[in-house]
């Protein structure tokens, strides 16, 4: 059975960080991206985040500069370090991997930023 356990989420105050972390297991096929999408309230979900085999990465215009993503591919793990969260990143966020046979899915950890 495919899991996409998630952790590190929680409540900050604006300024602070977090730090989230996916372990992946079960899944029998080549993964091709590994990443974060995140859902405000009453919002869409968007990409927050997300690194490819070959190292490149991807990040929203509105994460850029304090979002840092990590992946270990002998582990399938991947980490985003937020820094400098505002009460706009707050959301629940989703560990996404894009492979062979689709994209899937975390249940979400849940990131509160205000004061």
């Known amino acids: 059975q495919v899991q996409l356990v998630e952790s590190g989420g929680g409540s900050v105050q604006p300024g602070g960080s977090l730090t989230l972390s996916c372990a992946v297991s079960?899944?029998?096929?080549?993964?091709?991206?590994m990443g974060w999408y995140r859902q405000a309230p009453g919002g869409e979900p968007e990409l927050v985040a997300r690194?490819?085999?070959?190292?490149?990465?991807n990040y929203a215009d509105s994460v850029k500069g304090r979002f840092t993503i990590s992946r270990d591919h002998a582990k399938n793990t991947v980490a985003l370090q937020m820094n400098g969260l505002k009460p706009e990143d707050t959301a629940i966020y989703f560990c996404?991997?894009?492979?062979?046979?689709?994209?899937?899915w975390g249940q979400g950890t849940q990131v509160i930023v205000s004061s």
């Open positions: 079960g899944y029998g096929y080549a993964i091709d991206s």
């Open positions: 690194e490819f085999n070959s190292g490149r990465a």
């Open positions: 996404h991997i894009l492979g062979s046979d689709g994209p899937r």
